[in-house]
Protein backbone atom coordinates (compact mmCIF):
# COMPACT_ATOMS: atom_id res chain seq x y z
CA UNK A 1 0.00 0.00 0.00
CA UNK A 2 1.08 3.51 -0.38
CA UNK A 3 2.77 5.46 1.94
CA UNK A 4 2.04 9.21 2.45
CA UNK A 5 3.25 12.26 4.50
CA UNK A 6 1.43 14.56 6.05
CA UNK A 7 1.63 17.80 7.98
CA UNK A 8 -0.60 20.47 9.07
CA UNK A 9 -1.45 22.33 11.38
CA UNK A 10 -4.51 22.82 14.38
CA UNK A 11 -6.83 25.63 14.64
CA UNK A 12 -6.25 27.83 17.69
CA UNK A 13 -9.81 26.33 18.48
CA UNK A 14 -8.35 22.67 18.10
CA UNK A 15 -5.28 23.60 20.34
CA UNK A 16 -7.76 25.54 22.92
CA UNK A 17 -10.01 22.36 22.87
CA UNK A 18 -7.32 20.03 23.27
CA UNK A 19 -6.03 21.78 26.35
CA UNK A 20 -9.32 21.99 28.27
CA UNK A 21 -9.30 18.24 27.48
CA UNK A 22 -5.99 16.42 26.40
CA UNK A 23 -6.40 13.48 23.99
CA UNK A 24 -4.37 11.16 22.06
CA UNK A 25 -5.15 12.10 18.54
CA UNK A 26 -3.27 9.29 17.33
CA UNK A 27 -5.92 7.06 18.55
CA UNK A 28 -8.67 9.13 16.79
CA UNK A 29 -6.33 9.03 13.33
CA UNK A 30 -6.20 5.50 14.09
CA UNK A 31 -9.89 4.51 14.13
CA UNK A 32 -10.10 7.31 10.92
CA UNK A 33 -7.67 5.48 8.65
CA UNK A 34 -8.89 2.15 9.73
CA UNK A 35 -12.48 3.16 7.78
CA UNK A 36 -10.45 4.25 4.79
CA UNK A 37 -9.07 0.71 4.70
CA UNK A 38 -5.28 2.46 6.01
CA UNK A 39 -3.49 2.76 8.98
CA UNK A 40 -1.18 4.89 10.98
CA UNK A 41 2.69 4.34 10.68
CA UNK A 42 3.51 7.44 12.89
CA UNK A 43 1.83 10.41 14.47
CA UNK A 44 4.11 13.36 15.87
CA UNK A 45 4.23 16.53 17.08
CA UNK A 46 6.37 18.81 16.04
CA UNK A 47 7.96 22.20 16.51
CA UNK A 48 7.92 24.96 13.76
CA UNK A 49 5.81 25.52 10.78
CA UNK A 50 3.68 22.41 11.12
CA UNK A 51 1.96 21.06 14.45
CA UNK A 52 2.05 17.54 13.18
CA UNK A 53 3.10 14.96 10.70
CA UNK A 54 1.78 11.58 10.19
CA UNK A 55 2.89 8.91 8.36
CA UNK A 56 0.18 6.80 7.05
CA UNK A 57 -0.49 4.11 4.72
CA UNK A 58 -3.60 3.84 2.42
CA UNK A 59 -5.45 1.15 -0.12
CA UNK A 60 -4.36 4.13 -2.99
CA UNK A 61 -4.75 7.78 -3.30
CA UNK A 62 -8.03 8.00 -3.72
CA UNK A 63 -9.36 7.00 -0.21
CA UNK A 64 -5.84 8.99 1.40
CA UNK A 65 -7.94 11.64 -0.47
CA UNK A 66 -10.84 10.65 1.26
CA UNK A 67 -9.46 10.72 4.68
CA UNK A 68 -7.74 14.07 4.10
CA UNK A 69 -10.47 15.43 3.18
CA UNK A 70 -13.09 14.41 5.69
CA UNK A 71 -10.60 15.67 8.20
CA UNK A 72 -10.13 18.73 6.94
CA UNK A 73 -13.86 18.68 6.72
CA UNK A 74 -14.35 18.87 10.32
CA UNK A 75 -12.34 22.39 11.44
CA UNK A 76 -9.76 21.35 14.12
CA UNK A 77 -6.88 20.89 11.57
CA UNK A 78 -5.46 23.34 8.45
CA UNK A 79 -3.03 23.73 5.85
CA UNK A 80 -2.33 19.72 5.49
CA UNK A 81 0.51 18.96 2.78
CA UNK A 82 1.02 15.56 2.00
CA UNK A 83 3.56 14.04 -0.19
CA UNK A 84 3.41 10.47 -1.26
CA UNK A 85 7.10 8.43 -0.03
CA UNK A 86 8.36 5.66 -1.48
CA UNK A 87 10.62 2.59 -0.29
CA UNK A 88 13.96 2.48 -1.56
CA UNK A 89 13.63 -0.67 -3.37
CA UNK A 90 10.99 1.48 -4.95
CA UNK A 91 12.87 4.23 -5.74
CA UNK A 92 15.71 2.00 -7.15
CA UNK A 93 13.08 1.12 -9.54
CA UNK A 94 11.50 4.46 -10.64
CA UNK A 95 15.75 5.21 -11.31
CA UNK A 96 16.06 1.52 -13.52
CA UNK A 97 12.64 2.77 -15.42
CA UNK A 98 13.73 6.24 -15.81
CA UNK A 99 16.84 4.85 -17.57
CA UNK A 100 14.92 3.00 -20.25
CA UNK A 101 12.95 6.50 -20.89
CA UNK A 102 15.59 8.70 -20.52
CA UNK A 103 17.61 8.29 -23.97
CA UNK A 104 13.71 9.08 -26.26
CA UNK A 105 12.89 12.15 -23.93
CA UNK A 106 13.47 15.55 -25.33
CA UNK A 107 14.20 18.46 -23.61
CA UNK A 108 11.62 21.49 -23.87
CA UNK A 109 13.72 23.83 -26.46
CA UNK A 110 16.39 20.75 -27.14
CA UNK A 111 16.81 19.62 -30.60
Request: proline content about 5%.
Amino acid sequence: MPIFITQGRYTREAIKGMIVKPEDRAEALSRHMAKAGGRVIGYYLTFGEYDFLTILEAPSELQMAAALLSAASAGGVTDLRTTLAMSSIEAKGAFAAASDLTPTYRSPGGA
